[in-house]
């Protein structure tokens, strides 16, 4: 379970410095990405579901991929 968070928290934190991230396993590709708005920054991923914060965006991913053990790389 330290694992898994500790991954999670890497991937909080690569949205936030590069603006974008993308996930890819055996079934799905996925990216999310920062969008500046008149509001401030959201994140939108690449099925255009939308966020208010990175760490909802990472939930997000790591649900539609099933679970941390099934991401196969990030960038």
Known sequence: MEKNQQIIGKLIDELE????????????DLFIESVDDKEGYSFVSST??????SKDAVEWLIKKMNGVENIVDWQ
């Open 48 to 53: 255009n579901e939308e966020f208010a914060t």
């Open 17 to 28: 410095s590069k603006g974008e991230i993308s996930l890819s396993c055996d079934k799905n």
